[in-house]
């Protein structure tokens, strides 16, 4: 023991002596998030070719639910799913999917849309045709809901949003055309000819008279609204470029191990009566230091000098502080374990350079870092479940997003730790 | 301070690293006894650092046998290393410590803490004159400093077997005059020495016996002055050298 913490203690001299090295490794990182969730905060890109599944029910059971369906179900974007498990859906089934991020979006006709929206087509075609008030408006219509993941891409789900207002309002003209010659039948039931003339003139008022929206699209974020996170760039951003960053530990550390493999002492300390675990294990302790007061100050750096100088939201902590120690300790560790590897196998500094980031960028991007994983062809999914920075980013965007504890995250903790102790067991097997 | 109870022994060691096509160490018989200070000389390639990582245990062998005392050194790595000091040829510190700092650190690592450890680094600094140099960062020291400090770290654990690899290369001669009267005084006091290097006055004038070892293989053992009178003609050990191996050695 007492000779771990020399171990330690000299890992951290090192480091603190070469202080432009530390400045690099604590403030790239500040540069990397403020600059990225700016410009992404901005950005709206067109997302297209992405194919995203969305849950599906249909309440309403008439015209409009059917329209919509059609509607929805001919958009290239959107793939409608409309049974979970062989089990057809429920209200409150859409909403824990959503919620847990098995689905990124649910659509929920309610009941009754296609009657009220009638009523209130007729309402206003009585006022328009009759110059009177009319029937009293219809209240209460719930219309088409739509629930959002917590952990939704800006772009994406504006993108979601519009499909799902666009196929309303092409439902309700549809609705309106019926209604409209349901109404002209009642009363030139004689000359189909005559009433489609009447008919055709109607349609020509309809567009601009009749108000605007008949049925609501009312989205929200799906989960316990009892939480207080709010899903923003910052909440996504923070965490997830925090881990990024985190990962090119892996230069510093694989460079200490080739340091010490390039000027001899690893030779000197194979002849001395101490384990290279322990050695390792020194190396661990420091650095895991590093990456959590790197990931603090990531932390400070969303709270406080987000709003404050760059206009962006705020970092919300929400209420899970024991969740994002441990996650961010397990984390740190998987870098640490990804930096013993890459410095056992590389033999010079440019090598473990390269190779270290390149791969942390490459297992960033499975990660979904750049790109949300939901939206990666299935073959890539697959792959990205073995990036460990995947395991870190869902970690991450679980609890910082969804609000997620313990008891929802730590099959990825698990994935991460495992990571780790595999990877000091190579590191250690292949030195000793 | 010989005596005759034998700190080493190798016997018929070969060695062949991965991927060379003939044999580096070639059937290496050698016995240096307790107290001893044993030179091995030889040119550039000729084995000497690939032998000396062996007694170390640091490299895995084809055959034979090395004892260390009654140990195996494949086997009980453990048991020797409290008994052996390694001065590497490379000169194996951590650049961004000082020297006292890294004499701190190997010595913690034996297990040597608090005062002790702080005496033992007095005294070597002392010894080896590197008081005022203490406190300077290795990469901004001189060659001959990291080259004492490398002997330093190497003997902080006041080892019972010395094995120093070159540990002359590149210093001036006064650094070397501390270094060989340090070790001389070491020696006398019971310190078993393994000193390898290409110097031929170096093993003269240091060692009580030597082998010249030469392409993987020791072709010749013996006091200094034994070997320049066995070799009628041979008015030195360079001499010598070039009669055995055919090859001049560079001094
Ligand atoms: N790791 C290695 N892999 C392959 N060959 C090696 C390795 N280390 C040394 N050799 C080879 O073994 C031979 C002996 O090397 P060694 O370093 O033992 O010589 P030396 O006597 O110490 O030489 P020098 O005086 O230059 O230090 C050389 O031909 C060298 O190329
Ligand atoms: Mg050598």
Redesign the pocket.
């Known amino acids: 023991m007492r000779k771990l913490w020399y171990n330690i203690s000299k890992e951290l001299l090192i480091l603190v002596r070469d202080l432009p090295g530390l400045a690099i490794l604590f403030f790239m990182p500040l540069l990397l998030i403020i600059v990225v969730t700016l410009t992404q905060n901005n950005a709206f890109q067109s997302v297209s070719g992405a194919n995203i599944n969305i849950l599906f029910v249909d309440h309403d059971k008439s015209n409009m639910g059917a329209l919509i369906k059609e509607s929805l179900v001919a958009s290239e974007e959107i793939n409608l799913i409309d049974q979970y498990n062989n089990k057809s859906l429920t209200d409150s089934l859409i909403s824990v999917l959503v919620a847990e991020g098995k689905f990124k979006a649910g659509v929920i006709i309610s009941e009754n849309t296609t009657n009220e929206a009638e009523l209130k087509i007729i309402s206003g075609l009585r006022k328009l045709v009759e110059g009177e008030e009319g029937i009293e408006e219809v209240v209460n219509i719930e219309g088409v809901q739509l629930l959002f993941d917590p952990v939704i891409n800006g772009v994406v789900k504006i993108s979601i949003l519009n499909a799902v207002k666009m196929a309303t309002k092409g439902a309700e003209s549809g609705l309106m055309t019926k209604v409209l010659f349901n109404q002209l039948s009642e009363v030139i039931v004689t000359d189909d000819s005559v009433s489609l003339i009447i008919l055709e003139t109607l349609q020509q008022i309809e567009i601009s008279d009749i108000p605007q929206q008949i049925v609501e699209v009312n989205d929200r974020y799906s989960g316990d609204s009892s939480k207080t996170i709010k899903p923003s760039i910052t909440q996504n951003n923070v965490p997830a470029f925090s881990l990024f960053a985190m990962f090119f530990i892996v230069i510093p550390l694989a460079g200490s191990l080739i340091a010490e493999k390039n000027e001899g002492t690893y030779d000197r300390i194979r002849t001395l009566p101490v384990s290279y675990l322990n050695i390792l294990m020194g190396k661990t302790l420091a650095y895991l230091l590093v990456c959590f007061m790197q990931f603090m100050l990531m932390v400070l750096v969303g709270i406080f000098v987000f709003p404050a100088l760059l206009g962006l939201p705020a970092l919300e902590m929400g209420d899970q502080y024991l969740a994002i120690f441990i996650a961010t300790i397990f984390s740190a560790l998987s870098a640490i374990g990804f930096g013993l590897l890459v410095g056992t196998y590389s033999s010079t500094h440019n090598q473990a350079a390269m190779f270290g980031a390149i791969l942390v960028v490459i297992m960033a991007a499975l990660g979904g870092i750049f790109m949300p994983v939901y939206m990666m062809p299935e073959n890539l999914k697959i792959v990205s479940n073995l990036s460990p920075l995947r395991w870190g980013i869902d970690t991450y965007l679980d609890i910082f997003v969804r609000g997620a504890g313990l008891v929802y995250i730590w099959k990825n903790l698990l994935l991460l730790l495992g990571f780790f102790g595999v990877s000091l067991v190579i590191a250690a097997k292949r030195f000793g | 301070m010989q005596n005759n109870k034998p700190a080493i022994v190798i016997s018929n060691l070969r060695k062949k ?1 991965n ?2 096509d003939t044999d ?1 160490l070639k059937g290496i018989d050698l016995v240096i006894n307790q107290g001893e200070f044993y030179g091995i000389l ?1 040119p ?7 032998l000396i990582s062996i007694i170390c245990g640091l490299l895995k062998i084809n055959n034979g046998q090395v004892l260390i005392g009654r140990q195996e050194t494949q086997e009980t790595k453990r048991n020797i290393q409290a008994v052996i000091g390694l001065v590497p ?1 490379e000169i194996a510190l951590y650049p961004s410590l000082t020297v006292r700092e890294n004499m701190e650190y190997f010595g913690q690592m034996h297990a040597i803490y608090g005062k002790r450890l702080t005496e033992r680094i007095e005294q070597l600094l002392y010894q080896l004159q590197l008081n005022q140099h203490a406190d300077k960062r290795i990469n901004q020291c001189s060659g001959g400093i990291k080259r004492r400090t490398n002997l330093a770290a190497g003997m902080i654990h006041q080892p019972q077997i010395l094995i120093l690899d ?1 540990p002359t290369v590149g210093v001036d001669a006064q650094s070397r005059n501390l270094i060989f009267e340090y070790l001389t005084e070491l020696n006398q006091e019971g310190t078993t020495i393994l000193y390898t290097t ?1 110097y031929l006055s170096e093993a003269e004038e240091l060692c009580s016996l030597i082998s010249i070892i030469d392409d993987g293989i020791i072709v010749e053992n013996g006091t200094p002055k034994s070997l320049i009178g066995k070799h009628k003609g041979c008015n030195d050990l360079g001499d010598v050298f070039l009669k055995i191996t055919g090859k001049a050695l560079r001094e």
């Open positions: 690293y991927g060379n580096t030889g550039n390639a000729a084995g000497k650092t690939t040829q070159e290409h």
